[in-house]
């Protein structure tokens, strides 16, 4: 079965750290993009990072530069978030998701196909 | 960052209805973007990508057309599962962008 399972979240005080992780399986884990994206509580869905399959390339969105630091195992199948100087607008329930990139009439386009079932990050004194 | 406009925030069908969501781009995003759904306490499902191809499982109820900076999600007939909250996502430039939803209720 593929999926993707997400572990690390917890409460964490403001200025705090916290080191998400994402283990794959069913799918060969080195062939895909990978991204984490977050929802606060009541909110709707926000693009935080992704990964380069070797790990080569990343991208951030602004309000995590500096702060957060995407990573990747590939012989452990595994993708990472680490979270540093966290803030209360930092608390979400944090997704990984697979990006299938799909070629399509010469053109390349995300589709995150598979999901997580998320983790909660709370940011709280 | 490109900023994605959904249209309406929320909605109000029965079933059987005919349902359609539009999506703006601030900019051209050509014809990047899909559309995921979301059930309360799960995470996302991949329904439309590239616009206009329908995810493989994806009922053919669903629909996506559009392309530069103005997209749409049909629901042909809406069903009961299909109530839940829908988001579009830009994947043409960065930082990727996704809509502010739109609930779609009884």
């Known amino acids: 079965e593929v999926q993707l399972v997400e572990s690390g979240g917890g409460l964490v005080q403001p200025g705090g750290s916290l080191r998400l992780s994402c283990e794959a399986s069913?799918?060969?884990?080195?062939?895909?993009?990978m991204h984490w994206v977050r929802q606060a509580p009541g909110k709707g869905l926000e693009w935080v990072a992704n990964?380069?399959?070797?790990?080569?390339?990343?991208r951030y969105v602004d309000s995590v530069k500096g702060r957060f630091t995407i990573s990747r195992d590939n012989a452990k199948n595994s993708l990472y978030l680490q979270m540093n100087s966290l803030r209360a607008e930092d608390s979400a329930v944090y997704y990984c998701?697979?990006?299938?990139?799909?070629?399509?009439?010469?053109?390349?386009?995300?589709?995150?196909?598979?999901w997580g079932q998320g983790t909660m990050v709370t940011v709280s004194s | 960052a490109i900023q994605m406009t959904q249209s309406p925030s929320s909605l109000s069908a029965s079933v059987g209805d005919r349902v359609s969501i539009t999506c703006r781009a601030s900019q051209y995003i050509r014809n990047d973007l899909g559309w995921y759904q979301q059930k309360p306490g799960k995470a996302p499902k991949l329904l439309i990508f590239?616009?206009?191809s329908l995810q493989g499982g994806v009922p053919s109820r669903f629909s996506g057309s559009g392309s530069g900076t103005d997209f749409t999600l049909t629901i042909s007939s809406l069903q009961p599962e299909d109530f839940a909250t829908y988001y579009c996502l830009q994947d043409y430039d960065y930082p990727r962008t996704f809509g502010q939803g739109t609930k779609v209720e009884i």
């Open positions: 990964i380069k399959q070797d790990g080569s390339e990343k």
């Open positions: 069913g799918f060969t884990f080195s062939s895909n993009w």
């Open positions: 590239a616009a206009s």
């Open positions: 998701a697979r990006d299938r990139d799909i070629l399509l009439t010469n053109a390349w386009y995300d589709a995150f196909d598979i």
